[in-house]
């Protein structure tokens, strides 16, 4: 064996070695259950339900994350008649952060629906202009998420936070809200990362994800446009939003960081496309080659 030979077969060894070639393999437990955020096609949804629910079948997701839980029974219908598993879902998040009484009693209807459905999770996926302005209103909703992971809990549900980008705009003293949440979510809440929005938040993805190691429930997986003004606290242009593979977020990284910090469940997301259906299975395409 020359000189050439022995260090190319060497840098194979090392390769095949590392975490990365190892989270990458073809039986990755995110590649073998990934899923889709169904507000993806949230339009295609409302005009064809079982038909677009075959379609996520067809593109090869295991798994569909609801949103407006519990007005979902039309997808939970079409899941089943399709094979499309069910784990998570958004949901009403007023329920939660804002209750209308002390025993946050709408929140336990929706548990009990999602019991029912045999959800093992739920996301608070925004929050309202008025609920966030001061770090005081962070702290406030902490205070409840964590109240309403108690109560989860108990159904055997995991309740989570998902991000935008506006939890990591400096407040007083340049603390931001995601600060906030970090410190004051108790170890029954967790956190379901966007890394679109982390990255849009000025904040690397990987290095989030590490840092909460323990504390991400599940990913949304969605790519970056590149030039996009980073950070962005507020909206973004509808073409930010990009295929898996096709924008400035290296999806690689990710998942390794995603299997080290013990993450459930990966779900590709696109909130805005001209061809959604495509779209959905173009980032497939990008996830069977990684």
């Not at 590649?31 to 090869?60: F, H, M």
């Not at 798994?63 to 499309?84: R, T, Y």
């Not at 906030?180 to 679109?196: H, I, K, R, T």
């Amino acid at each position: 064996m020359n000189r050439r030979q022995f260090l190319y077969s060497t840098a194979l060894t090392t390769l095949a070695a590392s975490p990365l070639a190892r989270a990458l393999e073809a039986d990755n437990a995110y590649r073998r259950n990934i899923g889709l955020q169904l507000y993806t096609l949230r339009n295609e949804l409302a005009k064809d339900t079982p038909g677009t629910i075959k379609a996520v079948v067809d593109a090869g997701y295991k798994q569909g994350e609801m949103f407006g839980f519990p007005n979902c029974d039309s997808v939970i219908a079409a899941a089943k008649e399709s094979g499309l598993a069910l784990h998570s879902s958004h949901f009403e998040w007023e329920t939660v952060v804002n209750p209308k009484d002390d025993d946050y009693s709408d929140f336990q209807r929706i548990l009990e629906k999602a019991d029912e459905v045999g959800l093992s999770h739920l996301v608070i996926p925004y929050l309202s202009d008025q609920d966030r302005k001061t770090l005081d209103d962070y702290r406030k909703i902490a205070a409840h998420s964590n109240r309403a992971a108690a109560l989860a809990k108990k159904a055997g549900i995991q309740l989570s936070y998902h991000n935008h980008a506006f939890e990591f705009e400096p407040k007083e003293g340049g603390k931001t809200g995601f600060n906030v949440f970090m410190a004051e979510f108790g170890s029954e809440m967790q956190f379901e990362l966007d890394v679109f929005w982390v990255k849009v938040g000025g904040v690397e993805p990987v290095d989030l994800i590490k840092k909460l190691s323990g504390r991400v429930s599940q990913l949304h997986l969605k790519d970056l446009k590149a030039g996009i003004p980073m950070p962005t606290f507020g909206s973004v242009p509808n073409d930010a939003f990009q295929e898996l593979g096709d924008g400035i977020i290296p999806m690689e990284p990710i998942i390794v960081a995603a299997r080290a910090a013990g993450v459930k469940h990966c779900h590709v997301e696109q909130d805005q496309s001209p061809d959604p259906i495509a779209s959905i299975r173009q980032s497939m395409a990008y996830l069977e080659r990684l």
